[in-house]
């Protein structure tokens, strides 16, 4: 008996129009595949690399390695105020123009200008080329044809998406779409307390996005994480997510809250009664205002968090307790990826803040590390090709979504698939 | 601190707590980290006894050793590792082994 | 003049003429794209031993087995039922390996009563039947019955496991064992339960390690410390008494006064005084009789007899003990290398004294031919030389790299 209720079709995969079959997953272990996805979906689909406040004031600039599709960016915010991106290239002979110690790391500061290491071209902050050395020495060069080469560049809520296409099929708000867009006015500009995470995880991108994008394992992986008295009854009752939804390309998943200080005592862990903070967070919840409705809007109650999938490879994570994470999952080949996850809350006034937002942190990274540490090996055995048919139940209804729109956009040969 | 070997073994507690060690890992382990003169010194002090020590040891069952015997029998381990570096290579370390490693992942116990 | 007497072709390698007596190339030994061919010709074809069932004492025994080379992972295990059977260490639901311990990538092994995947708390028993699914009504037409373990072909003999990845295996274990092996049948194995087992990760290719234990030529000059220096002699040689081939297994026996028989300057101090050393207890019982298979060659007086299993098995026969070596290919240049020695379990602190002798002995020698053979990858990686003469005590490596020629051509 289904704790909360299915559309009418029966099931949320049905309601979605997806097959009920077994799935393949033929398109995590085949570099043929990700050859396509690179050329299909990462040179078409608009990429989130980072958020304006990474670009505090003018001069402010970040790189950004973009290994899927064998770029690199610099996003600058320029004398103007404009947020701008370029291929950090230097036009003259090809060098990496913006890097510090090691060409092949992400750098990041604020400058007035670009200037190459190699020769001293420099550049302004619109990308226009504005000093050779030596200019006399050229044949019929004319600066304003050797500018830094431009990366669309949008901005959404605060957060900065690039597309490498020569033009991007879509802006960038009609990529997003109206479920994505509706969640314009959350105050993500308020939440500028911000933990990283990053590592590099032998698994194909897609593997750990989907590890994500269900919560049935949670009772299971994550038991150990909790007392065992809270682990039993939910290993009893299983998982079942109150709310799906897909538009586009997207898909969310929303959960029910957990009400953690009403609890007993003994249900939680020691350290979470101490800290007043835990894996939903700070129990003492900052005031928002009111919250857009786009937020919730399966309208739980209570209402722990929505995950909102953007496509191809952002996490918006937004949690009831009043903060939000976000993950990306950076392809460097069929069978590795660069995972990066930011857990943003609002600043902390106090130490007692400061301390049940640490927990919650902490406690995100413990569980990051379940969900990681058995993938390569998963991936592994999936490559071996011994079992090659898998069944996915309803509550793992987007992973089917991801796949299946990943094999539209890489199955169509151009244009957006509807 | 009591001693780890019983009393008719009592000239050798000097050696025991280097060489009392219960796993070939640890035993491999201190000949490499050893000198030619500290083994040399166990090796002559205990050789002789060897079978003196087997026989001690048989008076009891293998597989309930009491701990003042099962310490002598480390000890005998330990000689017959120490025996390697001392009778056959005259170095801690085996000639022409580089920096090949095998380990010895199972063991008997004691 | 040899010591032992050559077949009438004159040379044991002329004995066996399909065999030739040119000289051979290395490259299989040093070429990635020939380790890729080896995955399918040859790992994914032949029987390949994985323990014994002494590894599976009890109803729900298990172990996990990890073969790089074919990127597999399997999990033998001992049924209810008794049986002992093996499958893909995959969970149906999503692939995420299911049985392992802290490490996915490690080996692990145990006992239970059914596999559990941590992942989403999927079930099996230890036949390989999904028995349980967390939150089956949220599935679509589940038949858990679709949905057990994948097996893998398992059978034992003479009490070694072996699995076959093929998806139909052309042999039996006992075909591909073939005569010469199996005229062990009668050997009691499965006395020597006392074990020292071994692993390492060396710097070569698998088959440069095993090359180094099926010829004897080599012992005088790497293993020099074998003899005591008072009675080594320059030029010592050294003459096995007999090689024998049967399809792709191969076999050299010794013969010659036991070490023990010697005069007590042969041996050093530690072996006169435990009475034991690299060739084992001296005064263990003899097997009686001794299983016709394991001196074909009738060789008197009898010394050892080192079975070569293709593709990655030795098995070597002291008499009253014996030894185990794997190579488990995990590159081109590299392989993970498991060994064991096994004696009827010691009664009493001399016997324990006389096993420890040798397998410390047994750990100083085979550290002398790791050290060495990342030496000869690196070299051979050079492919400055690419052809070495094989003399007749050689025969068997020449063999082995012909068998593994043509099990990748064939493919």
Known sequence: MARYPKPPEGSWTEHFGLDTAPVSYADSVSPEYYERERQAIFRRAWLNVGRVEQLPRKGSYFTKELAVVNTSVVVVRGMDGEIRAFHNVCRHRGNKLVWNEAPEEETQGFCRQFTCKYHAWRYGLDGSLTFIQQEGEFFDVDKDQFGLVAVHCEIWAGFIFVNVAREPEQSLRDFLGPMITALECYPFDQMTSRFGYRTEVKANWKLFMDAFAEFYHAPVLHSKQSPDKYSAAAREAGYEAPHYQVDGPHRLVSTSGVRFWEMDPSSLKPMENLTRGGLFGPWDKPDLGELPAGVNPGKCNPWGLDSFQLFPNFVILIWGQGWYLTYHYWPTSYNTHIFEGNVYFTPATNVRERIAQEMSAVTFKEFALQDANTLEATQLMLESGYVERFPLNDQEVLLRHLHKVVADWVNEPAGVPA | ?110 | MPRWPKPAEDSWTEHYPELGTGTISFGDSTSPEFYELERDAIFKKAWLNVGRVEDLPRKGSYFTKEIQIANASVVVVRGMDDEVRAFHNICRHRGNKLVWDEFPREESRGFCRQFTCKYHGWRYDLEGNCTFVQQEGEFFDLDKADYGLAPVHCDVWNGFVFVNLDREPSQSVREFLGPMITALDEYPFHEMSERYDFAADNNSNWKVFADAFQEYYHVPALHPQQTPVAVRKPDMGVECAHFQIDGPHRLTTTGGVRRWNLPQEYMYPVEIATRSGLLGPWDAPDIEPLPAGLNPGGVEPWGITNFQIFPNLEILIYGNWYLVYRYWPTSSNTHHFEAYLAFPPARNVRERVEHECAAVMFKEFALQDAGMLGGTQAALETGVVDEFPLNDQEILVRHFHKTVADWVGAA
């Open chain 2, 1 to 110: 601190m009591s001693p780890l070997l019983p009393p008719e073994f009592a000239d050798l507690e000097p050696y025991a707590g280097q060489w009392c060690l219960a796993t070939e890992a640890e035993r491999f382990e201190r000949r490499m980290a050893s000198d030619m003169d500290e083994m040399g010194a166990f090796y002559a002090a205990f050789s002789p006894r060897l079978e003196e020590a087997i026989e001690f040891c048989d008076k009891y069952p293998l597989d309930e050793l009491p701990d003042d015997v099962a310490h002598p029998l480390q000890l005998i381990h330990s000689l017959v590792m120490v025996s390697m570096a001392v009778e056959v290579f005259h170095q801690p370390k085996i000639v022409d082994a580089a920096d090949a490693v095998l380990l010895r992942v199972r063991e008997p116990r004691p």
